[in-house]
């Protein structure tokens, strides 16, 4: 297959009006944003037991995973994650095109939102058209009003969710309410409501045309077995409105350009495979809309590959489309195996800067260290500290209090009075609950002159 053209084939200079359509494709587009959709918000704001269903706490020093806690030590667990994602966005590229960005992409899910509320609250794309080459009125001015506020408040919505997965949204709101949030959390919220606003509301298509990478690296996935949306060239063309009078065959493309009506990115499906085509499906809705009032075949425009059109037959299994499957499996693999072996408790035991032992009078030689412990999944208030090594013994609170975001460090003083000189290991136990580990900690003592 050829590279993907990365010059500019869309089909309007100014703005794009897109024509709402429906059709399977289009169902099948809401039946997988939506769960998406809804999922952005209830993890942020759902409460199970008082806690948020997924949140990186900074504060609490630890990331809430449906009931389940993870140290920050965990994080490459995520990665895990991140790696059996790419993958699986490198197979599905491959397998279909760009079906991610048109049925999944958070960009393009939040733009048909603010497609759809400008469709509500404006009217259809042809009047919109027809408004914008108009003198304003006074009624267009307060519909644009309306819109403008709705999409503000969208923004807003986003912004608040997607700040709440990483400090308490509900905390959030009422130091909103009470004029008492932090400077930095205001501005964050303020930008992060700008961009939303800015990237489905005014930006769109731009975002798709110039921003994304994606449409710029997804050529070098792509083979003839690819599925895309495809114009089906031998039997659309020539095109029936263009048919000149001695011509013998007549396409089934009636040249409506509906097709280019539906598109969010205004291009033309007609001119081939194309950069910014999302694969959303909108013109194959369009066409074989067409095609049913015209009964003739549907499938003019249609998920199909380079093979299937030019007559050859398809291949599904080829090497490199299993390899990433091979990748996606890995890493969840690996990732699911990492999440059995979590740390119900992380201790920190190390020595303290400065002198490196102390003599008391009686003799005894003394270590000083600093502990900090966290508890992760356990009910434990307190983990107590031991010495498994003979004639060492702990001065002190021997006990550090388990509590959330309360990570802090604490002085511990160890001594021996039968201290071997020089350097010495130190078996140390630390117990929470039924959570335990044990940690090796060096000593040392003075030598002899």
């Known amino acids: 297959m050829q590279k993907i053209p990365l010059k500019d084939t869309t089909q309007h200079h100014g703005k794009i009006y897109v024509r709402l359509m429906s059709g399977r494709f289009q169902t099948l587009r809401r039946i997988v944003s939506w769960p998406l959709l809804a999922a952005f918000f209830l993890m942020a704001w759902l409460r199970v037991d008082g806690e948020p269903l997924l949140m990186f706490s900074f504060s609490t020093h630890r990331i809430l995973l449906f009931g389940f806690e993870l140290s920050w030590y965990d994080l490459q667990l995520l990665g ?64 644009r009003v309306i819109k403008h506020g709705l999409w503000l408040l969208v923004s807003i919505l986003t912004a608040l969710t997607f700040t709440g997965y990483f400090t308490d949204v509900y905390h959030l709101l009422w130091q909103a309410w009470h004029f008492e949030m932090p400077i930095y959390i205001a501005v964050w919220l303020l930008t992060a409501v700008g961009l939303t606003y800015l990237n489905a509301g005014l930006m769109r298509e731009q975002i798709c045309l110039h921003v994304c990478p994606y449409s710029r690296f997804q050529s070098v996935m792509l083979d003839q077995h690819s599925k895309i949306v495809s114009y089906d060239e031998g039997r659309g063309e020539p095109r029936a409105v263009k048919q000149s009078t001695g011509a013998v065959k007549q396409g089934d493309c009636v040249d409506c350009t509906l097709c280019i009506q539906v598109c969010p990115v205004g291009i033309d ?95 005894e030689v003394c270590n000083f260290y600093k502990v900090k412990a966290e508890a992760f999944n356990i009910a434990a208030e307190q983990m107590k500290m031991s010495v498994t090594t003979p004639s060492y013994t702990i001065y002190g609170n021997a006990t550090v209090a388990l509590e959330k975001g309360d990570a802090y460090w604490r002085g511990v003083r160890l001594c021996t009075d039968t201290p071997v000189p020089g350097k010495s290991i130190v078996n140390m136990t630390f117990t929470a609950g039924e959570a335990g580990t044990e940690k090796q900690v060096t000593f040392f003592a003075p030598r002899p002159l």
């Open 80 to 143: 895990g994650l991140l790696i059996a994602g790419a993958a699986l966005l490198f197979f599905l590229s491959m397998l279909a095109g760009r079906v991610w960005c048109g049925f999944a992409c958070p960009q393009s899910i939040w733009t048909w939102i603010f497609i759809r509320i400008e469709d509500l609250v404006e009217g259809k794309a042809n009047r919109r058209a027809k408004q914008d080459k108009q003198p304003i009125q006074t009624n267009v001015l307060l519909r």
């Open 269 to 363: 499906i007609r001119q081939g495979l194309q950069a910014p085509c999302i694969n959303c499906g909108a013109c194959i809705d369009a066409c074989d809309s067409v095609m049913k009032k015209l009964s003739k075949p549907l499938g003019l425009i249609r998920f199909a590959s380079e093979s299937e059109l030019q007559g050859q037959a398809y291949q599904l299994f080829r090497p490199r489309l299993l390899g990433y499957l091979s990748v996606v499996f890995v890493a969840l693999t690996t990732v699911v195996y990492g999440f059995t072996q979590t740390t119900d408790l992380l201790v920190e035991f190390n020595r303290e800067r400065g002198a490196m032992y102390t003599v008391q009078g009686n003799g």
